[in-house]
Nanobody
Framework: QVQLVESGGGLVQAGGSLRLSCVAS???????????MGWFRQEPGKEREFVSA????????DYADSVKGRFTISRDNAKNTVYLQMSSLKPEDTAVYYC??????????????WGQGTQVTVSS
């Protein structure tokens, strides 16, 4: 089992920045670098959507078209942490942001472990 805890959400004006963090923990022997990590978001009444993902070593990243060039995903395997740096935020970025983990390759689907989410609100 893997537990994921997100932090860093909040209220920001359009054009501003936020950095989300997600710390992974689990049974002793958790090998964080075994996991591809992803960020997703969900607006009220809508389905959860893919935002970004990163491979086990950070060598491969993927972004939804809606955030490409504005968001940057990164990870620190020594700290069991994945980050999402969000810049040039827009009101349409408002959502609950979730961290997710999966064993194996980077993908936009099929994540086994999820955090509880952190709210990001962008005011116009």
């Amino acid at each position: 089992q893997v537990q994921l805890v997100e932090s860093g959400g909040g209220l920001v004006q359009a054009g501003g920045s936020l950095r989300l963090s997600c710390v992974a923990s689990g049974a002793s022997g958790l090998i964080f670098r075994s996991y591809a990590m992803g960020w997703f978001r969900q607006e009220p009444g809508k389905e959860r959507e893919f935002v970004s993902a990163i491979s086990w070593n950070g060598g491969t990243t993927d972004y939804a078209d809606s955030v490409k060039g504005r968001f940057t995903i990164s990870r620190d395997n020594a700290k069991n942490t994945v980050y999402l740096q969000m810049s040039s935020l827009k009101p349409e970025d408002t959502a609950v942001y979730y961290c997710a983990a999966r064993i194996g390759i980077i993908t936009r689907t099929s994540y086994a472990y999820w955090g509880q989410g952190t709210q990001v609100t962008v005011s116009s």
